[in-house]
């Protein structure tokens, strides 16, 4: 997997197959969310991208999956 170097940190990228797997979404909501920049996409080659995992694991934790709804559904907390 490619790493990309700032600032002397080495910081290993997702491919969107790795990213969708962690946002439990489809290949193609990932390539939606980074168009969208809702996730962060870095281009590596011509046609190669990756996916910053800092910018995923914020999308989790703002509760977002796919983002076109509200969040992931809990029982018991979220109206039905």
């Known amino acids: 997997m ?3 170097i700032v600032r002397r940190w080495r910081i290993s990228l997702l491919t969107r197959h790795e990213a969708a797997e962690r ?6 909501t990932v ?3 980074g168009a969208e920049g ?3 996409e870095v281009q590596v080659g011509k046609r190669a ?3 910053d995992p800092e ?3 914020a999308h989790i934790r703002a509760g977002r999956r796919g983002g076109h ?7 018991g907390e979220n109206p039905p």
């Not at 946002?23 to 193609?28: A, D, E, I, K």
């Not at 709804?69 to 029982?75: A, C, E, M, N, S």
Request: net charge positive; charged share 20%; hydrophobic share 40%.
């Open 2 to 4: 490619p790493d990309l």
């Open 23 to 28: 946002l439990n979404v489809s290949f193609s």
């Open 31 to 33: 390539r939606r969310l």
């Open 38 to 40: 809702k996730i962060t």
């Open 49 to 51: 991208v990756r996916i």
């Open 55 to 57: 910018s995923v694991e």
């Open 69 to 75: 709804g509200t969040g992931p559904v809990i029982p």
